[in-house]
């Protein structure tokens, strides 16, 4: 099975000051990743997914960008933070199939203040 | 439009009771169909999921689920809960998307087990 990596576990940060949240994925080759985020503790909200590095698509327009410059590495950044996007950040990756289970990291939680 | 709905937020039942989290879906074609569960503060795990065969899907913990294509629904089921069974649960569909696949989560469901 597939074990994702998420750094930091948890982050304050200022608002307007940049963003950069780091996943990384071991036990397989080529995985589609996810970007997740989660308020309050409920439903998950897909913010980008990748399936090959550099290839980035985008589910949603916002403040945030990802970049995937490895197979098994994916960044999730802003330039300038706002209140907005505080949460609870997942990365996840699946193999593509049609009956592939995903795999999540354990999280980092963002406080902007 | 392909979805997931979960139609209670919370599912409180006491300890050694039976459990059932509901799960009904819109997809077409042939659903793959899977639950997942969300402890406080970590990161999703995988507990079953159908893809074909027999309706009931055996899984981690002692959950079973039950697929039900006349009523598009994959409850999530346990015979007797245990305190440490609460959670966030997740249902979930794997769809066609362009470039590949991809997974539409439920909105989730709290289940609270009181001892």
């Known amino acids: 099975s597939q074990t994702i990596h998420q750094w930091p576990a948890t982050l304050v940060q200022p608002v307007g000051s940049p963003l950069s949240l780091e996943c990384t994925v071991e036990g397989t080759s080529n995985p589609n990743l996810y970007w997740y985020r989660q308020a309050a503790g409920r439903g998950l909200q897909l913010l980008f997914y990748s399936v090959g590095i550099g290839q980035i698509s985008s589910e949603v327009p916002q403040n945030l960008s990802a970049s995937r410059p490895q197979d098994r590495q994916f960044i999730l950044s802003s330039k300038k933070l706002l209140l907005s996007d505080s949460g609870f950040y997942l990365c996840a990756s699946d193999s593509g199939g049609n009956q592939e289970t995903q795999y999540f990291g354990p999280g980092t939680r963002l406080l902007v203040l | ?115």
Do not use: M
């Not at chain 2, 793959?32 to 795990?45: D, E, K, M, S």
């Not at chain 2, 913990?61 to 809960?81: C, D, I, M, V």
């Not at chain 2, 979930?92 to 991809?102: E, I, Q, S, W």
């Open chain 2, 1 to 115: 439009a392909q979805s997931v709905a979960q139609p209670e937020d919370q599912v409180n039942v006491a300890e050694g009771n039976p459990l059932t989290v509901k799960c009904t879906y819109s997809v077409s074609g042939n659903p793959y169909l899977f639950w997942y569960v969300q402890y406080p503060n970590r990161g999703l795990q995988f507990l079953l999921k159908y893809i074909t065969g027999d309706n009931l899907v055996k899984g981690s913990y002692g959950f079973e689920a039950e697929f039900n294509k006349s009523q598009t629904s994959f409850h999530l089921k346990k015979p007797s809960a245990l305190v440490s069974d609460s959670a966030l649960y997740f249902c979930a569909v794997r769809l066609r998307n362009t470039g590949g696949f991809k997974t539409i989560f439920g909105a989730g469901t709290r289940l609270f087990v009181k001892a």
